[in-house]
């Protein structure tokens, strides 16, 4: 209900009432530090799991956990709570909250993508290499155990067959001429099929996905626009109605991540300095990283210097892990228990680390402006 009605409902409103095209090449930034944020933490990830030497089959779940964050459900929590705080750089809170809620409506829909592209496929290499790896696993049947299509039906021992007269009792093994005359795909064709297996693009359109869509073509085309937003639109119903379903978003997402948590108390055991590793990337080394790129990103004038944008561009890099890895890990059965207690640790851990980010990001943007 929530995945399907909730947060799309809701990302559709805020980017339709605030994208236009001048404000969309503004944000072009965005995808690109959402990006970065996935490659240093993969980088920092290969490092932990250089250095913890963990089973193979948890190597996808802590390059997932380091890289992925939680871009959209906790902004949408974060950010008003933000824009209502007495003395914050934004501006007024209802323009804040308007602003806010887009941007972070457009970092759900982002960080959707690279998940489900990214970690998706981490997770599933990973699980299908344990696999592999695994006693249990399947031999394949060597040469010397596959029987030919031109061995005799009956024993000549059994039943004194002279060996001679074999080959009357053999199979023949004939091959049709219209089967021979058959073409093998194309190595384009395939190369097309793989690629879409591999990006599995029912995933990455989600619903969510879906929305940011609609909202941007409804907020870029000015036609649209005109008929849908603002309070003399002849179609400003549609808007209203789905401002309201997306209104039960936020209490809906704080529900759901506390069951989800829940499920770390009933985990198994893993490794501490795994955990530890996780924490000291996702609450440390990648803010850190983060405000040289912001800084650097701001001195070649890469992005404009709206204290509220550069806020969501600096939280993203402190954010705990996405929730949707531990449903990568149920896909394909691989570290459920162990993603359950990361997920809990980091998010026990989240709640402290985020008040000390965001207080000091508050302060390092106004220094900023």
Known sequence: MENIYFCPALIGTNLAQTITYDSMIKLWFMPVNILIT?????????????????PPHLRGLILGCCAAG??????????????KEKGSPFGAPDV???????????????????????VYNVVRISSKRSTQDSPQSLEEP????????TEPLLSSKEYGIVEDNTDQYALPCTISQQDSKIEPPSKSKNCIVRMC?????????APSTTGAIVGFTIGV????????????????????????LGDGAIPALTLIIGGNLLKGLRGSGIQKSIVVGI?????M???????LIIKGALKFGLVHSDPLYLFVLLIQYTLPPAMNIGTITQLFGAGENECSVIMLWTYVFASVSLTLWSAFFMWFVARQV
Request: glycine letters at 6%; aromatic letters at 12%.
């Open 221 to 244: 085309i000015p036609q649209i626009r005109k008929l849908m937003i603002g309070d003399d639109a002849p179609l400003r119903v549609i808007q209203d109605t789905t401002y309201l």
């Open 96 to 118: 804040c909250h308007t602003y806010g809620m887009a941007y972070a409506s457009l970092s759900l829909a982002i960080g959707a993508i690279y998940l489900w592209s990214y």
């Open 285 to 291: 080394f990648l803010p850190l990283t983060g405000i």
């Open 197 to 205: 297996q591999m990006l599995n693009l029912k995933t990455i359109f």
């Open 70 to 83: 939680n871009l959209g459900n906790l902004l949408l929590i974060i950010i008003p709570a933000v824009c």
């Open 38 to 54: 996935f490659i240093v933490g993969s980088v920092l990830g290969w490092i932990l799991i250089q250095l913890a030497r963990p």
């Open 142 to 149: 060597s040469e010397s155990n596959q029987v030919s299509c």
């Open 279 to 283: 924490i000291f990337v996702r609450y």
